[in-house]
């Protein structure tokens, strides 16, 4: 299943859908529309996709877990999270799809690269990448890449305490933790035009709980 969480993604939605289409079966496609105040769900409706709606914003992770149930629900091996800003790729799915086993997590992998990538992505990604390879037992190169490939029995196994932009680090720590391999797949690097939702402060102060509590716990 393709899982995409939406959030004010009004102007990206009319490509998209018709892009995400040519590489997933329309029936396999989710999107979460995360209390948009655009015109996010009204497009949803008018291009007929499968979609769950919240009425006021609950945060990336909340949008992410309630895809998670949709597709433990409905017995899905494996679920694909794609974000709605046409950062990611639908051309890429494909690569995913080739590698997928049913028992790794697969992360699409941009080029870490300052020549391509804003000065503070490229600084944040890097340590946190390095923080949670260290905790996971296993090299991570973008830990904040939202395009993965995640085994549906990981996501029933697992508890998720978050529900920010912090899922996606969580979510790593946890498949270190249970012994789950991370794979990679390289994807392109996008950020032209596209805005960021992540509040540099709060989600840095979330990602450093994380680690409080693996050190004390």
Same mark, same amino acid.
């Not at 709605?84 to 799915?93: K, S, T």
């Given at each position: ?89 639908p051309e890429e799915i494909l690569r995913f799809y080739a590698i997928d086993d049913g028992g790794r997590l697969i992360m699409g992998t941009r080029n870490i690269d300052l020549s391509v990538m804003p000065f503070a992505r490229w600084l944040t990604?890097?340590? =946190?990448?390095?923080?949670? +390879? ?7 190169? @973008?830990?904040?890449?939202?395009? &993965?490939? !995640? ?37 392109? =690097?996008?950020?032209?035009? +596209? ?7 709060? @989600?840095?102060?979330?990602?450093? &709980?994380? !680690? ?6």
């Amino acid at each position: 299943m393709v899982l995409v969480p939406a959030y004010n993604a009004a102007k990206y939605l009319p490509e998209l859908i018709p892009r995400l289409k040519q590489f997933a079966c329309e029936n396999n496609i989710l999107f979460v529309n995360d209390g948009s105040t655009d015109d996010t769900l009204s497009l949803l409706k008018e291009h007929s996709v499968k979609y769950i709606s919240f009425e006021v914003n609950r945060g990336k992770g909340a949008a992410l877990l309630a895809g998670f149930k949709y597709a433990i629900e409905k017995g899905y091996r494996s679920v694909l999270t794609i974000d709605a800003d046409l950062q990611h790729l639908p051309e890429e799915i494909l690569r995913f799809y080739a590698i997928d086993d049913g028992g790794r997590l697969i992360m699409g992998t941009r080029n870490i690269d300052l020549s391509v990538m804003p000065f503070a992505r490229w600084l944040t990604n890097n340590l =946190t990448s390095l923080i949670i +390879s260290i905790f996971s037992s296993q090299r991570i190169r @973008d830990s904040q890449s939202g395009y &993965r490939l !995640i085994p549906t029995e990981f996501l029933r196994a697992t508890d998720f305490k978050t529900v920010h932009y912090d899922l996606e680090s969580e979510m790593l720590f946890k498949a270190g933790a249970a012994g789950i391999l991370v794979a990679e797949v390289p994807i392109s =690097t996008v950020y032209e035009g +596209s805005e960021s939702f992540i509040n540099p402060l709060t @989600d840095t102060t979330r990602f450093i &709980r994380q !680690i409080w509590k693996r050190i004390w716990t």
